[in-house]
């Protein structure tokens, strides 16, 4: 077991969430949600967007719309939104920086726990050239009957994983993410460091619901693990 220099036990496993974590695609996946939303009967600002939608499923979101918004997606909608998700992302998606030195250099096991599903995700690393550090490692909440804010995708991620709840951290960049992992009895950092994350707000809205770090720079990730110490040599 390792322990940090507060003489905490450090984590076994570190989850991460995809979009807003490991790939930039939230400014991307909001904007053609969006222009979806508007096309079905909305409009609805960005801001509303991020509040509502940020973290959750495509079913939550449709979900949400209808008994909120009035507002039935159809599956012409949705097809359409897959294309240009994907059209987008194989031209634009970036990774958020730092994370490649991070995931080279964590001392633990790690893996992806995402709302998205199992061919987004891999569509995102694949294109951002971090499928290869994650693999097969990887965790959809079409996996779980219900999404985040549930705990079920954590609970799942970390049974599979065959580690203890109490040994997972996982870094989140939504409300619905850390009160996920939080609900699943898990150690939870809030990362704001997405060019999605207008400064101030997104901490504002992670602290309170149990994120014990708010972080915005990916590369100091393996010296937070450690408690403040260097980070330690990749395994
Ligand atoms: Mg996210």
Do not use: W
């Amino acid at each position: 077991m390792n322990a940090n220099s507060t003489g905490r036990a450090g984590p076994k496993l570190v989850i991460f969430d995809c979009d807003g974590v490991l790939v930039d695609s939230e400014p991307i996946s909001i904007a053609v949600l969006r222009d979806v939303i508007a096309e079905a009967g909305g409009p609805i600002d960005e801001a509303t967007a991020y509040d509502r939608f940020l973290g959750r499923s495509m079913a939550s979101t449709c979900e949400i719309l209808r008994g909120d918004f009035g507002i039935d997606i159809t599956d012409a909608h949705l097809e359409f939104m897959r294309d240009e998700l994907n059209r987008r992302f194989e031209a634009e998606l970036q990774p958020i920086p730092g994370i490649r030195q991070t995931l080279t250099t964590l001392a633990c096991a790690r893996c992806v726990a995402s709302s998205s599903k199992p061919e987004r995700i891999r569509t995102s690393l694949r294109v951002t050239g971090l499928l290869e550090l994650l693999e097969p490692h990887i965790y959809s909440a079409t996996m779980v009957e219900r999404g985040k804010p549930a705990p079920d995708l954590f609970i799942h991620t970390a049974r599979e994983m065959g580690v203890a709840p109490t040994d997972c951290l996982v870094i989140e960049d939504s409300p619905a993410g850390v009160t996920a992992a939080r609900a699943a009895g898990m150690r939870v950092f809030g990362f704001t460091g997405g060019s999605h994350a207008v400064p101030g707000s997104l901490k504002a809205a992670l602290a309170p619901l149990g994120a014990e770090t708010i972080f915005d720079d990916m590369a100091q990730l393996p010296s937070l693990v450690a408690g403040t110490e260097p980070a330690a040599p990749a395994v």
